[in-house]
């Protein structure tokens, strides 16, 4: 498993790779040991680059999330959202054959261990409301401002 730091404009945020395949993409207070750079790493991180900077629509990077079989289900379906797009809960949990389970679908955002590229920030609530985030409302702002933007 390596770790890798990438200092992003929203912040510090820690790249966990296993097997040249994308675990985790999460913001953290402060920077850790890395790993040395490898080809996947430098990847993730030019991608990233990119994305902040506006011209990276979708990613190409091998992704790995460790989940339950549900959220897993959530999280490919958050993989189909377009780029500066949003959906609601309720259409996730439609899309998946689960239309009652938009609380679940909620805590399956929630629990998302690839911010960004599963891009649960653009999911919000039926009437338009941002809804929740596990950044904060704020952040989840900023990125649907940011891709809003790029267009």
Not at 2 to 15: A, D
Not at 56 to 63: A, C, G
Not at 83 to 108: F, L
Request: proline residues 4%; positive net charge.
């Amino acid at each position: 498993m390596e770790n890798f730091y990438y200092k992003s404009p929203i912040g510090i945020l820690e790249i966990v790779s296993e097997n040249d395949g994308l675990i985790s993409l999460k913001l953290v207070n402060a920077e850790g040991l890395s790993s040395e750079e490898n080809d996947f790493l430098k990847d993730v991180k030019t991608q990233l680059r990119e994305y902040f900077s506006g011209n990276m629509r979708n990613f190409s990077i091998k992704i790995n999330p460790k989940g339950t079989v549900f959220q897993k289900l959530v999280w490919e379906e958050l993989l189909k959202i377009p780029y500066g797009k949003t959906a609601s809960y309720c259409e996730i949990a439609e899309n998946i054959g689960r239309p009652k389970a938009q609380r679940a679908v909620g805590s399956a955002c929630n629990k998302n261990p690839i911010m960004i590229i599963i891009p649960c920030h653009r999911v919000v609530s039926k009437n338009g409301n941002l809804g929740g985030f596990a950044y904060g409302s704020s952040l989840k702002r900023k990125l649907l401002d940011m891709e809003a933007s790029a267009d």
